[in-house]
């Protein structure tokens, strides 16, 4: 007989998770369900490193960095509905809290389902920062470093040169994010990361441990800024920033297609062609190539002798569609056309150079911004929405597919999939995790965005601001806004299961910690454990650490004599109870074959004992 199960109280653990697909894949490896080394050198053989020298890359506090992505979260994510828009129709999420934790929330529901991801991390200059992690209680530390216990807000540290582990402890912050963010990713996913010349050599090489240097797809350098700098004190003035670009795997994403950036080149129609604008190129083939060779006569009687681009039949109906031109009088060789509406279907391959004019610059993010708030000075450094466009359409994103940006800063990520929404027939959306780091009025960098968030009567944290800056760009359409105009607003926050929520207190025994807790849990339980206004925060933690999608359809239902909440997630479901008693009624209707192996929430002190192993039988049942 099936016994209830308590409820998933954690994110995924990734560990177990390993180690059963290792058994799967391998269970020869195995001896008594723990890996076997000597086993596992035997099957696989030359493919382990056997001592000598090799190739690595390594820095102090790495193998913490490993273990940290390991170590599942016990928080959870509450639905605010209420600083939502149109809460029940759109897909696009914002999650307001630290992108670790939530990374490791999003890794059941959105595991390899996320299309595109672009991040603008700290550049770890020594006056941005390092997120503080502390992963021994990590509520505890999100909490002070958001300013929301004692009141002061030290989310973020700065990093200065003096520091021995000045790059370390930025490689450290950097490793489990990129981990957990390559389990998100599609195999025909593809991630950009934006960086300066301060750790792009570092941000390659960990780059190429997490997701594999045969994955790596190219070194964009993008011109950031139009006018020239001019400062005595540099050799070389910085006008320019990275951004690297790794597949999940190149080989998929070759098969998936990749995408296209807008024109360059300019266009004219000097013999006014009906076809519209048109520019040129040659018809001789280039150096190096091969082509087919015969004799071209020129109207003005100038004769070429050249290997062409294509066969002589070809090029004579080119001729006859007046798509061959012969410059500098009828006298020079001849080029073909081709035309503005054509290249614009087709767009254009990227390179690895993108410059100012065509892909922004931050002052046009910083206008952008003046533009939405109508203030200047508000955001030190924003990406240009158009550059993230031109990497949306590169990553080649269709319609459904998901847009992820754990360091939302602005939301210009946010900004330009409502654009892309709007330019193109492309129902995508997007995931942006922010962290509520409060404003400093002693940095001058930060003063405006302070200042404005008091104006309206807004917290002075970064997410704010973020939030704000969407729900602008939406009311900006007016009347005709994209197809998806909305988000869904969740925050980080404690878990509803007090179990969850007691922190060891180090000073102390085992003894006394385990006495301490059992003490918690008691009085936790003399409380009633949830009033109605909880009711959609513990079905949203049951939908994280189930594994169904923030997105899951929620209706109240009426299930025998009870209230429940039906979460429709495709064709996962789950059924939540969170009344005193389940009637009767309640009990036979459950037993019913239309709910067989459905997962069925309940509390524990709802059931006897005869009731619980009688929907065991017919459920997945689990308790809280």
């Not at 960086?195 to 993008?222: P, S, T």
Request: overall charge negative; proline content about 4%.
């Amino acid at each position: 007989m099936k016994n209830p199960q308590k409820v998933n109280l954690t994110s995924s653990n990734l560990s177990e998770e390993k180690l059963i697909e290792l058994y799967r894949i391998l269970p020869e490896a195995f001896a008594e369900n723990k890996i076997d080394f000597d086993k596992l050198r035997t099957v696989l053989g030359d493919s382990i490193v056997q001592g000598g020298d090799k190739f690595s890359f390594s820095w102090a506090g790495k193998s913490n960095a490993i273990k940290n992505v390991l170590i599942p979260s016990h928080l959870t994510l509450n639905p605010v509905p209420g600083e939502s828009i149109k809460w029940d129709e759109s897909e696009n999420l914002f999650i307001e809290g630290d992108n670790l934790e939530v990374l490791k929330l999003l890794q059941k529901a959105y595991f390899e389902k996320v299309k595109m991801i672009y991040i603008d991390p700290p550049y770890n200059t020594g006056h941005d920062f390092v997120y503080n992690d502390d992963f021994s209680a990590p509520l505890d530390n999100y909490l002070k470093q958001t300013g929301q216990k004692n009141g002061d807000g030290d989310s973020t540290t700065t990093n200065k040169e003096t520091n021995g582990r000045y790059h370390s402890d930025w490689l450290s912050m950097m490793y489990p994010r990129l981990k957990l963010a390559w389990n998100l990713l599609s195999e025909d996913g593809v991630i950009f990361v934006s960086i300066d010349d301060n750790e792009v050599h570092h941000l390659r090489m960990v780059m190429d441990e997490v997701f594999g240097g045969e994955n790596f797809q190219g070194h964009i350098h993008w011109r950031r800024r139009h006018n020239q700098p001019n400062d005595a004190t540099k050799m070389i003035g910085l006008v320019g920033e990275h951004i690297i670009v790794y597949a999940k795997d190149s080989v998929a994403l070759k098969n998936y297609g990749v995408g296209k950036v807008g024109l360059t080149g300019t266009f004219s129609n000097p013999d006014n062609d009906p076809r519209g604008d048109w520019a040129s190129k040659p018809w001789k083939v280039g150096s190096g190539q091969s082509g087919s060779r015969y004799v071209i006569t020129t109207p003005t009687g100038v004769e070429y002798d050249e290997d062409w681009m294509g066969e002589q039949g070809n090029f004579e109906a080119l001729l006859a569609d007046n798509r061959i031109i012969f410059p500098s009088k009828g006298k020079g060789s001849p080029r073909k056309k081709y035309f503005k509406h054509e290249r614009e279907q087709e767009g254009q391959s990227a390179t690895n150079w993108w410059s100012h004019e065509q892909f922004g610059s931050n002052q046009d993010g910083t206008t952008e911004l003046a533009e939405i708030f109508g203030q200047k000075d508000l955001f030190d450094n924003p990406k240009p929405t158009k550059l993230i466009e031109n990497l949306i359409s590169v990553a080649n994103v269709k319609s459904g597919e998901i847009i992820l940006d754990f360091f939302a800063g602005s939301s210009s990520t946010g900004h330009a999939v409502i654009n892309y929404l709007a330019d193109v027939e492309v129902k995508a959306k997007f995931i942006l995790v922010q962290l509520p780091e409060a404003l400093n009025p002693d940095n001058k960098d930060q003063v405006g965005a302070l200042n404005f968030l008091k104006s309206i009567g807004k917290k002075e944290n970064i997410a704010e601001l973020s939030k704000e800056r969407i729900r602008r760009v939406i009311n900006g359409y007016g009347e005709h806004p994209p197809v998806d105009s909305g988000f869904k607003l969740f925050t980080l926050a404690e878990s509803n299961y007090p179990e969850n929520n007691f922190v060891l207190d180090p000073e102390k025994s085992p003894e006394e910690n385990q006495n301490e807790f059992v003490g918690y849990l008691q009085k936790a339980k003399q409380k009633k454990l949830f009033d109605e206004s909880d009711d959609m925060s513990l079905v949203y933690e049951n939908i994280v650490k189930e594994g169904l999608s923030l997105n899951s359809k929620v209706t109240k239902v009426t299930v025998g004599k009870n209230n429940a909440y039906q979460v429709v997630d495709g064709e996962q479901q789950l059924l939540i109870c969170l009344e005193d008693k389940l009637a009767s009624e309640t009990v036979k209707e459950l037993t019913d074959k239309e709910h067989k192996d459905r997962i069925f929430i309940c509390l524990e002190s709802s059931l006897d004992d005869t009731t619980a192993a009688n929907l065991a039988l017919n459920l997945d049942l689990k308790t809280i």
